[in-house]
T-cell receptor
């Protein structure tokens, strides 16, 4: 059973388009995240979201928006895609009230903007 | 505020040699510490974690790490490297009672030569 899943795995699109990446977790966790990993493997947190609060990294452009239809899903919507958005995007989840805060990651979505 | 420094963006070892990946942290409270591994084209997975108690923690695939408060370090070791250990390794820190969002280091790429 896949704990955290993402679709699609690969996404190739042109500048200016709008796209979404879906994420689902079946771990019963209450908190989900989106990370961006650049070509140098640096992980940057974009959003953290649970049913109480959305924490946004202030450096993330407002073209990026998380959408959560329910506790098990956190989708990432990106408007007006730019070349610099090309990266691997990871969804993760954790139980915010747990003792250890460890995170469970999805397999990633490689976004290429041409 | 918490921070993590991983010394060396690349570490190269021969198969069978000792693996040592360095991690130093900064935290205002006794931290929770993590090592994650990312195999090529995959998401991150937890290798091991330190929360409280014994300072030497054992993880999967023969890895272990020791929490040294006096040195603010949490270095990752493995006595004998295998080719399959080639991956990106991330150290992370979070603060109990504080933000549940961990801070990740920039990662260390482990290269294993035959």
């Amino acid at each position: 059973d896949t704990a955290v899943s993402q679709t699609p795995k690969y996404l190739v699109t042109q500048m200016g388009n709008d796209k979404s990446i879906k994420c689902e977790q079946n771990l019963g966790h209450d908190t989900m995240y989106w990370y961006k990993q650049d070509s140098k493997k640096f992980l940057k947190i974009m959003f953290s979201y649970n049913n109480k609060e959305l924490i946004i990294n202030e450096t993330v452009p407002n073209r990026f928006s998380p959408k959560s239809p329910d506790k098990a899903h956190l989708n990432l919507h990106i408007n007006s895609l730019e070349l610099g958005d090309s990266a691997v995007y990871f969804c993760a989840s954790s139980q915010a009230g747990s003792a250890t805060y460890e995170q469970y990651f999805g397999p990633g979505t490689r976004l290429t903007v041409t | 505020a918490q921070s993590v420094t991983q010394l060396g963006s690349h570490v190269s070892v021969s198969e069978g040699a000792l693996v040592l990946l360095r991690c130093n942290y900064s935290s205002s409270v006794p931290p929770y510490l993590f090592w994650y591994v990312q195999y090529p084209n995959q998401g991150l997975q937890l290798l091991l974690k330190y929360t409280t108690g014994a300072t030497l923690v054992k993880g999967i695939n023969g890895f272990e790490a020791e929490f040294k408060k006096s040195e603010t370090s949490f270095h990752l070791t493995k006595p004998s490297a295998h080719m399959s250990d080639a991956a990106e390794y991330f150290c992370a820190v979070s603060e109990p009672g504080g933000s549940y969002i961990p801070t990740f280091g920039r990662g260390t790429s482990l290269i294993v030569h035959p």
